[in-house]
């Protein structure tokens, strides 16, 4: 699974910082943090929630490796989301 990296990434790509993402999800700063080194895994609403969030489906997240993929192929992932 690739849900650790791809948060991170996701987050990177969009230059915000840990703060800024866990204010908008609704949780601590440290548990963002748990979740991108794998410490910790989500729940079914926070995965839902980190999905429409970042406007990457739920299935990328847990099984691409987003990091493989050029720049292009990633944003036209997330125009594609809820289309």
């Not at 987050?11 to 993402?21: D, P, T």
């Not at 079914?44 to 050029?70: G, K, M, W």
Request: charged fraction near 25%; charge should be positive; aromatic fraction near 10%.
């Amino acid at each position: 699974m690739f849900f650790h990296s791809n948060i991170k990434l996701l987050r990177q790509h969009r230059g915000l910082s840990a703060e800024v993402v866990a204010v908008n999800l609704g949780i601590s700063r440290s548990r963002l943090s748990g979740y991108e080194n794998q410490t910790y895994q989500p729940g079914y609403e926070l995965l839902i929630a980190i999905s429409n969030f970042y406007r990457v489906r739920i299935d990328d997240l847990l099984r691409t490796d987003l990091r493989q993929l050029p720049v292009y192929k990633l944003e036209e992932m997330q125009r594609a989301f809820n289309s």
